[in-house]
């Protein structure tokens, strides 16, 4: 009997060895454990993992033609650093599918809870009853939330958002190209007798809900990117004007004109622009027309679904900055700051419902006596 067992046990163990064997079970294991990571059973995944790795891995090193190479340990701790490379890959992303899965749970559960009516139900009155209400005075809850004086805590990982975002327009400008060209949009402010011109590397149409149950107001917004933090071009006190090309805006148009957004390179609905700061005509500047984001919050408290929408304006920080995995900060009076993902994919205009064009004033300005900060450009 022990005999048989032995030779059975050979038989499998020579089965499993084989080449086309190996190949084919090992994908499947490792396919088996995306199968359960996806399944939210992340224990299993990671035995899968392992398993289907170590044995394509144990194979290769036994294989005759790696024990007869003249480099045979050289070749052996490249094959082990690769198994070790693909196991903390495989652990990773495990690791991430876990941290997407509770987030979206928290949302879920945010969503259901926002979206289920409260009902008070109250207990039938008793004698019990109406002697306790006797004893207890009745509660002033015509105070609105807001009057209570309770500290604010910061935002945890766990705690819902106060926001719902959504990024409709992004023109960027390349970061290398952030001192010759620009989107075409400038600050405009002034000081006694000079005028001055900030160039925006970075433009967004940007779109903010309250899911709030209580008045918020908006007390500060930032944007993050590769390079660090964008320098925002504060619009409270600077005037946004568009200055585009040669000719590209009439002259002597007076009400206002509407332009369409320009076609960029298909970054989130629209993408990279430049205007070059050489070809740009500094004599024809005309006033943005459109809601301005910093002027839309400033001073202002956001009712329960209450929605502002609006243009925002950012310079790079450094000249290696780079326009991608932008996270969008939000901070609120109550001392919360929540942070917002902005895509890099492309967007899809075809299907967008809003309009998004530009209205601009007339008539135009002359801006070229304008001292140009912190883009120097000759005055054309």
Not at 306 to 321: H, I, K, N, Q
Request: glycine content about 8%.
């Amino acid at each position: 009997m022990p005999s048989i067992m032995r030779q059975a046990i050979n038989f499998i163990a020579r089965s499993l060895w084989r080449w086309d064997v190996t190949g084919i079970g090992s994908t499947l294991i490792y396919g088996f454990g995306v199968g359960a990571m996806y399944g939210d059973d992340y224990i299993v995944a990671g035995v899968l993992y392992f398993v289907g790795t170590a044995w394509l891995t144990a194979r290769i090193l036994a294989w005759e033609e790696t024990k007869a190479h003249p480099q045979r340990g050289l070749v052996s701790t490249g094959i082990l650093v690769a198994a070790t490379l693909i196991l903390g890959g495989s652990g990773f992303w495990i690791r991430h599918r876990a941290i997407m899965h509770a987030a979206e749970k928290r949302e879920a559960s945010s969503t259901k809870a926002k979206n289920e009516p409260e009902e008070k139900k109250e207990p039938p009155k008793t004698e019990n009853s109406l002697t306790q209400a006797k004893k207890e005075p009745p509660k002033d809850e015509s105070l609105p939330a807001t009057k209570k004086k309770s500290p604010a805590k910061p935002a945890g990982k766990s705690e819902s958002p106060a926001f719902a975002v959504a990024v409709e327009v992004k023109l960027m400008v390349p970061g290398p190209s952030k001192d010759t060209a620009g989107t075409g949009f400038w600050g405009l402010s002034t000081s006694g007798r000079n005028c001055y011109l900030r160039s925006a590397d970075v433009v967004m149409l940007i779109r903010i809900k309250s899911l709030e149950p209580i008045k918020t107001m908006i007390t500060a917004y930032n944007v993050y990117g590769i390079g660090g933090e964008l320098s925002r071009i504060k619009m409270t006190n600077s005037t946004p004007v568009w200055i585009l090309g040669r000719g590209l805006i009439p002259a002597n148009f007076t009400g206002t004109l509407i332009l369409p957004i320009p076609t960029g390179s298909g970054n989130a609905n629209a993408g990279f622009v430049t205007n070059k700061f050489a070809d740009t005509d500094f004599s024809v500047a005309a006033v943005m027309h459109e809601n301005v984001l910093d002027k839309e919050i400033a001073h202002h408290y956001l009712e329960p679904g209450d929605t502002v929408r609006g243009w925002a304006f950012f310079e790079y920080p450094v000249l290696a900055s780079l326009p991608v995995k932008l996270i969008l900060k939000i901070s609120d009076d109550l001392g919360h700051t929540f942070s917002f993902e902005i895509p890099d994919e492309p967007g899809n205009p075809s299907g967008d419902a809003l309009r998004k064009e530009f209205v601009l004033s007339g008539p135009p300005m002359n801006l070229s006596p304008c001292i140009r900060q912190p883009h120097p450009a000759p005055s054309p």
